[in-house]
Nanobody, 128 residues
Framework: QVQLVESGGGSVQSGGSLRLSCVAS????????MGWFRQAPGKEREGVAR???????TYADSVKGRFTISQDNAKNTLYLQMNSLKPEDTAMYYC??????????????????????RGQGTQVTVSS
């Protein structure tokens, strides 16, 4: 079992930046791939970014070049640096984790929404 707690959300103007953090606790000794997905009201969940234990990253086309996912293994913390934010980035952002041996832990960004473990989410609101 892994517990995930996100923080760092907030309200910013278009073009601004935010950095989301996700602290993992529990059975973190096992290998996991980690990711972020988001969900806006009335819309489907969307995988945003993922990173595996080797540090390989994948991004949704909608955020490529603007968002950067990273992890600090010593702190059991996952980050999402979000730059050049747009109003369409407004959503609840969730941190997610999946066992590294799982077939769901692939480079397909759409699989992030299927990860077994997820946090409670942090709201990001971007105004124009």
């Amino acid at each position: 079992q892994v517990q995930l707690v996100e923080s760092g959300g907030g309200s910013v103007q278009s073009g601004g930046s935010l950095r989301l953090s996700c602290v993992a606790s529990g059975n973190t000794a096992s290998g996991y791939c980690m990711g972020w997905f988001r969900q806006a009201p009335g819309k489907e969940r969307e995988g945003v970014a993922r990173i595996d234990s080797a540090g390989t990253t994948t991004y949704a086309d909608s955020v490529k070049g603007r968002f950067t996912i990273s992890q600090d293994n010593a702190k059991n913390t996952l980050y999402l640096q979000m730059n050049s934010l747009k109003p369409e980035d407004t959503a609840m952002y969730y941190c997610a984790a999946e066992a590294a041996w799982s077939g769901v832990c692939s480079s397909n960004i759409k699989h992030v929404i299927l990860f077994d473990y997820r946090g409670q989410g942090t709201q990001v609101t971007v105004s124009s």
